[in-house]
């Protein structure tokens, strides 16, 4: 065509030639050829010529673009399959057999309908995302919460009436009056489990309120061991943000689920004795109440479906077994306080005392100092 067009020396067969070559309606190379004025015609044209460069150059551009990021994506793919040769050549997994573990993990951890669907859904998701992303060690992290939490995994109870008695009694000088309600408690459940086809038991939530070092937490304790329980202990004291109790939202960076899921995870059980110690000493504040969010907590009619912010997902706490401590019972909220058994631990008296430090305190510290009795006078 530019050659054809070189030869041509008339103006208006010149116009005319370019005229046919361009890509442009009917209607305006009717326009072209309508103009008389030869100036007229190749302004026109100049025009055209000037707004079919303009698409091109759009054209050229952005099919630039779309050549680069083949080129970037075919790079990664090059890059990615060399790097899982040299995975598969250095003995390491590579993330098909890293998802294929996570699915394996997810069948052996027996976890409810709505955990399994949400856990699958999240690898799923977690198959899509490139490592080096940020959003995939979030992802990796939350499955991993899910995984190790102990769905389906249980300490069998092994109540014996006798034996408790005889721990407690080991453990705790005087305290008669709890020391019977503990058993009165211990042989209650003992009895439910028996009778109950799912050997779930329903029982009061005991509260242990009376002044530092009467042995609340320590009772705790023997409780646990006498039932062969997992024994966990959580400090409640100062603790002012509702998070704590429930989780932070994944929305959030560095969120974590709250000390209940935590602490179901290291005891490596869904039914420890949990340990609520200083119960009374819950504050409020702009972050919210964390005496709120222990209702669901201690209530059995709810904590069957404790949902904790982080997970998203219910969790069955009927399994475990809550027993709270309070210096004081007026500071406790009073829904809170009716949802548990109030046990008061009174003061010693003076014999009892000299009782606790000959069969208690004095062989503690003796053991302590690596000592022994022919040492002392």
Not at 105 to 130: F, G, H, Q
Not at 164 to 190: F, M, P, Q, T, W
Not at 267 to 280: Q, S
Not at 331 to 352: K, Q, T
Request: proline residues 4%; contains cysteine; hydrophobic residues 35%.
């Amino acid at each position: 065509v530019l050659g054809t067009i070189n030869e041509i020396d008339d103006l208006d067969k010149l116009s005319d030639t370019i005229a046919s070559h361009l890509s442009i309606k009917l209607s305006d190379k009717q326009d072209i050829l309508e103009a008389v004025n030869i100036n007229d015609r190749f302004d026109k044209i100049l025009n055209f010529i000037k707004s079919e460069l303009d698409v091109m150059q759009v054209e050229k551009k952005i099919r630039g673009r779309v050549k680069n990021q083949m080129e970037k994506t075919q790079r990664e793919y090059y890059l990615r399959e060399q790097l899982k040769a040299i995975r598969r050549e250095l003995g390491e997994e590579d993330e098909s057999a890293e998802i294929s573990d996570l699915e394996e993990k997810i069948k052996d951890a027996k976890m409810t309908k709505e955990a399994s669907k949400v856990a699958r859904k999240e690898i799923d998701r977690l198959s899509k995302i490139p490592p080096q992303s940020p959003e995939y060690s979030v992802s990796r992290t939350y499955l991993d919460w899910l995984l190790d939490l102990p769905w389906s995994k249980t300490t069998k109870d092994r109540v014996n009436i006798k034996k408790a008695k005889s721990i407690l009694d080991n453990d705790h000088y005087g305290l008669d009056d709890v020391k019977e309600r503990i058993i009165e408690y211990l042989a209650v459940r003992k009895l439910k489990e028996k009778k109950t086809k799912d050997g779930k038991v329903k029982g009061p939530i005991l509260c242990f309120v009376g002044p530092p070092g009467v042995g609340k937490t320590s009772l705790g304790k023997s409780i646990a061991k006498s039932m062969g329980r997992e024994f966990v202990r959580i400090s409640l004291g100062g603790v002012r943000d509702e998070a704590e109790i429930r989780g932070h939202r994944r929305t959030y960076i560095g969120a974590l689920p709250g000390r209940i899921i935590q602490s179901l995870k290291k005891a490596g059980t869904n039914n420890p004795l949990f340990m609520l110690d200083e119960i009374d000493k819950v504050g409020s504040d702009f972050r919210g109440d964390p005496s709120s969010a222990l209702l669901e907590v201690l209530d059995p009619e709810q904590n069957f479906s404790f949902s904790d912010h982080y997970l998203e997902v219910p969790f069955d706490l009927s399994n475990v077994m809550f027993i709270a401590t309070a210096n004081l019972k007026d500071p406790i909220v009073p829904a809170l306080r009716d949802r548990m058994e109030i046990l008061d631990f009174s003061g010693y008296i003076e014999d009892e005392k000299i009782q606790i430090a000959k069969k208690y305190l004095i062989p503690k510290q003796i053991e302590e100092n690596a000592l022994s009795i022919k040492d002392i006078k």
